[in-house]
């Protein structure tokens, strides 16, 4: 780096016409183009002319240093328009397999009417004076997308600003999108790239060792035996769906699921679009009890001992990390929003949603239909938690084509492309159907055609008639998951 130190730019930028030429043809919104004095510059918008100078005469000294630069950076990266121009031509040329150097970029600027834009060829060959012939261009590299970042969020916050004055919109609505414009900034920024397998073992098998040290799976329970050995549990940054058809008891399995690990101190944040809290709450209060589902559905059919044990769940229960956000109209930007929030002041483990195309997802175009929008619900779901300690459930509705006896499969999930692109695991949850009767019996399965750690299979379960909970294996074996609460004290 010490043979930069003498390394110094123009004291000004070239002229540049009053309009520049669109880049790919197409218009650009108005950017900075006026040409002044670079220390200038960098007094109002951040960036370093210095820096992104540096990096592309790099480039004409040494096309290698092009690969390097362009793992990272983009042409928008670049403050200068007229470097946005040169580094996309350079790119262009790069893809072509042309070498890049003075003759063939000048030759790919003028066929886009870009030369004077950006000074000529006088311009270029001052972006080489005082380089090495291969500078190390990593720090400056850096730098220049720092400052890119720098520069986007202060134009997503000034547009959230100016939304917020014109008071046409819902806060929230505004909060959600900027969360999630701003993640997106944040995704572009530097990461690691390309690493060689030499380097990573280490890491890799530092991970396995700790694991094999384990006596039981790090994935969060399931609240079903059967289902937890299958799969190895809910493993963290990934994202479960959960489908079946009305009726069989996909919101059931999302309370087994929290009352078998809130206890354990994973807190949890719920999105109840279908059902309410009163609902939710009481089903908790049923497993935690152990007692009939009735007796908390039908008060005044429950009997003194359950009203007992009833209350008493009640109040264990509310000392779980649990939080409930109900509401049937729930938009896909609050959602986001509320569970950010829920990961960051409180920790959440688990982000449950209940369920999936009830949820209000805001168009795009005039083309989004229903299959874009609940894709749009799962991946912004998914993105949630990927890289994080966090798990997001997703309850779905199953298509009734084919049959209430059919056995569920992956493309009964209603617009299931997205959805299924988006899980780790899917489980969907199967009852036989009695025609005669016209309902659902207690004898089932889970179908698990997509999982993270082995190949799909079937999981024979059934339905407690008395709790109306999942249970593993066939009706005859009573097994439970949870421990029985002690209401009284044995003495």
């Not at 210095?50 to 480039?59: L, P, Q, W, Y």
């Not at 990573?200 to 035996?225: H, M, W």
Request: charged residues 25%.
């Amino acid at each position: 780096m010490s043979d930069l130190e003498n390394f110094q730019l123009p004291a000004f930028a070239p002229e540049q016409p009053k309009e520049a030429p669109p880049i790919n043809g197409k218009k650009k919104a108005k950017q900075q183009t006026a040409i002044v004095n670079p220390n200038e510059i960098e007094q109002d918008l951040p960036c370093n002319i210095h820096a992104e100078k540096t990096i592309i005469g790099a480039v004409l000294n040494d096309n290698n240093a092009f690969l390097q630069a362009a793992e990272r950076l983009t042409p928008d990266d670049f403050f200068l328009d007229s470097h946005k121009r040169i580094f996309l031509r350079m790119s262009e040329l790069m893809n072509k397999n042309q070498a890049v150097d003075f003759v063939t970029l000048s030759n790919e600027l003028a066929l886009h009417k870009e030369s004077e834009y950006i000074g000529g060829i006088s311009y270029l060959a001052s972006l080489t004076e005082g380089l090495p012939m291969r500078p190390m261009i990593e720090d400056y590299i850096r730098i220049v997308k720092d400052k890119a970042m720098a520069r986007g969020i202060m134009l997503l916050s000034s547009v959230a600003i100016t939304r917020c004055a014109d008071q046409s919109e819902p806060s929230l609505e505004i909060a959600g999108e900027l969360t999630t414009q701003l993640e997106e900034v944040i995704s572009g920024g530097i990461h690691r790239g390309l690493e060689s397998v030499s380097n990573l073992t280490v890491e890799v098998l530092d991970k396995y060792k700790n694991q094999s040290q384990l006596t039981e799976s790090p994935g969060l329970s399931f609240g079903i035996p059967g289902i937890d050995e299958a799969t190895g549990g809910i493993q963290d940054g990934e994202q479960v769906v959960v489908g079946c058809f009305s009726g069989v008891g996909k919101t059931t399995l999302l309370a087994q699921i929290i009352a078998a690990n809130c206890p354990k101190g994973h807190p949890a944040a719920m999105f109840l679009i279908e059902p309410t809290r009163h609902t939710f709450l009481r089903q908790l209060w049923t497993i935690v009890a152990d007692v009939r589902y009735t007796a908390a559905t039908k008060p005044w059919l429950a009997n003194r001992e359950e009203r007992e044990k009833l209350q008493w769940a009640a109040f264990q229960v509310a000392e779980w990390p649990l939080y409930i956000f109900d509401k049937s109209n729930l938009s896909l930007d609050e959602q986001i929003a509320h569970s950010r929030l829920a990961i960051h002041r409180h920790g959440v483990e688990i982000i449950g949603v209940d369920y999936l195309q009830r949820m209000k997802v805001k168009s795009v175009d005039k083309n989004d239909d229903t299959r874009l929008k609940v894709g749009r619900a799962s991946t912004s779901n998914a993105d949630l938690v990927k890289g994080t300690k966090c798990r997001s459930i997703l309850l779905s509705q199953l298509s009734r084509s084919g049959g209430m006896n059919t056995l569920p499969t992956m493309d009964k999930l209603r617009e299931s492309g997205q959805i299924e692109n988006d899980a780790a695991t899917i489980v969907l949850l199967h009852l036989k159907y009695d025609e005669e009767q016209g309902h659902f019996t207690d004898e089932g399965a889970a179908i698990i055609p997509k999982q993270r750690f082995g190949v799909p299979c079937n999981v024979a379960l059934y339905k407690d008639q008395n709790s109306a909970l999942w249970c593993s294996g066939k009706k005859e074996d009573t097994t439970r998951r949870y421990d029985q609460p002690q209401l009284y004290d044995e003495d």
